[in-house]
């Protein structure tokens, strides 16, 4: 039986929707955001303009689109890491090691996701939401691992009282220092005088101790 009309125009429509940002990425990539024009994405994406306009009405809107990726790529990593491991700590851990291999391999989603904040309020309602269901998501995955951690014992009921309060102590501390490594990374080399502190160091061992931080 030939696939429903209706069920290969989404799917047609979806691999564009692909298309045009997997084309953006690229222009921004090799031009920055600023330099690049909608001419430039609809020619990498082998489209017209105007069909271009039909799936987004700005480079801001395409820009948002690559922070809904960004959002789902850092779910789907995050899922990954949990899978690995059988107690709540152990998750915690090797999330947040996913969150810093998040913020290597992809330093554009890792930016992208820095600033959705600001520009998810001039958003549509289904970027919007998009981006909401997957920032969520991860909270979510943080939460239930220390929720996990508290029941199997490995995490402290003592230091964590408050599930939620905690993953949001996790995140923002390590997202922090990994801000810091990017913005001051000459301040960090002064500090350790001549030998330097190389920025993973630095990372690794804040990992290292928040995990501690929260640990029976």
Do not use: W
């Not at 692909?18 to 909608?38: H, N, Q, W």
């Not at 290597?104 to 001039?122: C, H, I, N, V």
């Amino acid at each position: 039986m030939s696939e429903p009309l209706k069920t290969r125009r989404e799917k047609e429509k979806q691999a564009r929707h692909d298309a045009i940002l997997d084309a953006a990425e690229l222009v921004f990539s090799e031009k920055g955001y600023e330099r690049t024009s909608m001419d430039d994405i609809a020619r990498t994406a082998s489209l017209s303009r105007g069909l271009l306009y039909v799936y987004f009405t700005d480079k801001a809107a395409i820009q948002r689109g690559i922070m809904v990726r960004a959002g789902q790529s850092l779910h789907h990593r995050f899922e990954e890491a949990r899978n690995t491991a059988s107690n709540g700590l152990a998750q915690i851990s090797a999330i947040g090691h996913a969150y810093y291999q998040f913020y290597r391999e992809q330093p554009d989603y890792f930016s992208a996701l820095t600033t959705a904040s600001t520009a998810m309020t001039a958003a549509d309602a289904e970027q919007a939401a998009a981006m909401q269901c997957s920032k969520a998501e991860t909270m979510v995955q943080m939460v239930e691992s220390i929720r996990l951690g508290l029941e199997d014992g490995t995490i402290s009921r003592e230091r964590v009282q408050d599930p939620v309060k905690t993953a949001l102590y996790l995140r923002g501390s390590l997202h922090g220092v990994i801000m810091l490594c990017q913005s001051e990374q000459r301040e960090i080399h002064e500090v350790d005088g001549e030998h330097g502190l190389p920025a993973e160091s630095l990372i690794r061992h804040t990992m290292d101790m928040l995990t501690k931080s929260i640990a029976t």
